[in-house]
């Protein structure tokens, strides 16, 4: 079963601002870092619960390439990202946004 995907406006920003700035280091990387985000998201739809729950009702996935955590709950027809956040900076910053 594939969920549908809803990034919170924050989330949203999160995303831009680190795809412009992977972009500004080197041209294209930004769009890696999407393709990769892309990837990762599919995952979460097809199934949240491969990846740990890191508060009660909040699971954390991790890019690969990218030191960059994805902040989200899930039903059974909807995952909702909260933030998409560098792993480096402040550990608990999602958690105000929810």
């Not at 949203?12 to 972009?23: G, I, L, T």
């Amino acid at each position: 079963m594939t969920r549908r995907v809803v990034f919170d406006a924050d989330a949203q920003a999160d995303v831009e601002a680190a795809a412009e700035w992977y972009d500004g280091e080197r041209t294209g990387l930004g769009e890696r870092f999407l393709d990769e985000l892309d990837r990762l998201v599919m995952r979460l739809c097809d199934n949240p619960l491969q990846f740990p729950e890191i508060e009660a009702g909040t699971r954390r996935g991790l890019l690969n390439r990218f030191p960059y955590g994805v902040y989200f709950s899930s039903d059974s027809d909807l995952v909702e990202v909260i933030a998409v956040l560098h792993l480096r900076r402040d550990p608990d910053a999602w958690k105000r946004r929810t």
